[in-house]
């Protein structure tokens, strides 16, 4: 969704939808050019969201999916998330909820998530946001875009690639992932 071409505000700075944006996808996509209000993608358990600015409690009670945030973020982000993961631009750590979930540098293959998610803002919305971040260099974005990973979820994650990387088969994968997930 984007404002009509004939707006003549800037969309990265107005609010065009509102609260609640998101709640409880389970799968999809959702592509807004322009902030949204409060909880966005709150129980989102398998959709893509991408969005240029949200209010308070963004990705809370998240359990799956993948939210990119390319603007301001209010307070209290990332409330009891335990799943999914979500990237966002210039974070005000302070405004992290950290009970849960913590804050992860890029690694490549998620550069090259946020890379094809920009991407495909520019295509469906026309985002100059997006547009101008995709013209930065990789180490500009690892700089200015920092990942939210739930724990726990991260720590399965991690034992689930090394799992793959080392050749297990799908039972001891799964074996690797149940032992992380005990802690």
């Not at 600015?53 to 809370?60: F, L, S, T």
């Not at 849960?100 to 100059?128: F, N």
């Not at 939210?148 to 994968?173: C, H, L, N, Q, W």
């Amino acid at each position: 969704m984007a404002p009509a071409p004939e707006a003549t505000f800037a969309a990265e700075d107005q609010i065009i939808a509102g609260n609640v944006i998101g709640y409880g996808a389970t799968s999809g996509e959702i592509l807004l050019r322009g902030i949204v209000g409060e909880r966005f993608c709150v129980r989102n358990s398998g959709a893509t969201a991408i969005v240029e600015g949200v209010g308070d409690h963004a990705c809370e009670y998240m359990t799956g999916g993948e939210a990119l945030i390319l603007g301001p973020t209010g307070r209290n982000i990332a409330a009891g998330m335990s799943g999914g993961v979500a990237w966002v631009l210039d974070l005000e750590r302070k405004r992290l909820n950290t009970e849960l979930a913590d804050p992860v540098e890029l690694d490549d293959a998620s550069l090259e998530r946020v890379k094809e998610l920009l991407a495909r803002h520019v295509s469906e919305t026309g985002s100059s946001v997006a547009e101008g971040l995709l013209r930065s260099s990789d180490d500009e974005l690892r700089s200015r875009f920092t990942m939210i990973v739930p724990r726990d979820y991260g720590r399965v994650m991690r034992a689930k690639a090394e799992a793959e990387a080392a050749g297990f088969g799908e039972s001891e994968t799964t074996e690797k992932m149940m032992e992380a997930a005990r802690g």
